[in-house]
């Protein structure tokens, strides 16, 4: 059986910044991130390939990481980006599934959390396009924080054909501690059919800058999950290139 590192950034400063790392908590992330630098940690965790995960809403990174994912057997898959909205993103899928490395397309993810609109996963286009999606047999990964949860909850029922992976567990809420709204919202995604999470960007900011440790048990269905997060060690997590 193999495993899997189910979310990886990497990136090149010279070829675009990267928008999101501001403040003094990231500044060990603002660097050069490749393939290379993954390598060795890969190996000594025993995990045999990754997933590449979009990190900016540009057209232009997903067919470069398709191209990774075409030379080097360590990308297992990738997550690319689209515009969701385009009338067109049946053709474009089509065209990145033709790439170099585009059979090793499995997602598309859109960073919600960006939009100014707080209804935008709720438009018709955003809608269209997400059928476009599970039609092309791809996953899409949400990227949500607490207040976006509703908006996917308020959805239409994914169809059977439309996978779902939600990456960042809407940013629980360790400080200050406030866990009920949000494992609440969980537990309606959690519902969901076709929905699963990744454990993934568990890390929050204000519980770095103030370097609490929480833990978080939610129970569904009669199982426990507990989710051991934020500690004294998160700036090795930093340093692996987590987002």
Request: hydrophobic residues 45%; proline residues 8%; contains cysteine.
């Amino acid at each position: 059986m193999s495993t899997i590192d189910a979310h990886q950034h990497v990136w090149d400063l010279s070829v675009r910044d990267q928008d999101w790392l501001t403040g003094p908590e990231l500044a060990p992330l603002h660097r050069d991130f490749t393939l290379d630098d993954l390598r060795p940690q890969i190996a000594a965790a025993g995990i045999d390939a990754t997933v590449l995960v979009q990190t900016i809403c540009v057209p232009e990174e997903t067919p470069e990481f398709l191209a990774l994912a075409a030379g080097d057997p360590l990308v297992g898959g990738v997550v690319g980006w689209t515009d969701l909205t385009s009338p067109a993103i049946t053709d474009v899928l089509a065209e990145l599934r033709a790439l170099p490395g585009g059979d090793r397309l499995v997602g598309i993810r859109h960073e919600v959390q960006g939009e100014a609109d707080p209804d935008w996963l709720l438009r018709p286009e955003v809608d269209r396009g997400l059928a476009a999606v599970g039609a092309a047999g791809l996953a899409y990964d949400l990227v949500l924080r607490r207040s976006s949860c509703q908006q996917w909850s308020r959805r239409p029922a994914p169809g059977p054909n439309s996978p779902l992976s939600w990456t960042t567990w809407a940013s629980p809420p360790i400080c200050p501690r406030r866990p009920d709204t949000w494992a609440a919202n969980l537990r309606a995604l959690a519902r969901l059919p076709n929905t699963v999470a990744k454990l993934s960007g568990l890390a929050a900011r204000e519980a770095v800058a103030a370097g609490y440790a929480a833990t978080v048990s939610l129970r569904d269905g009669g199982r426990a999950i507990d989710v051991a997060t934020v500690d004294s060690k998160v700036a090795a997590y930093f340093e692996h290139g987590q987002k």
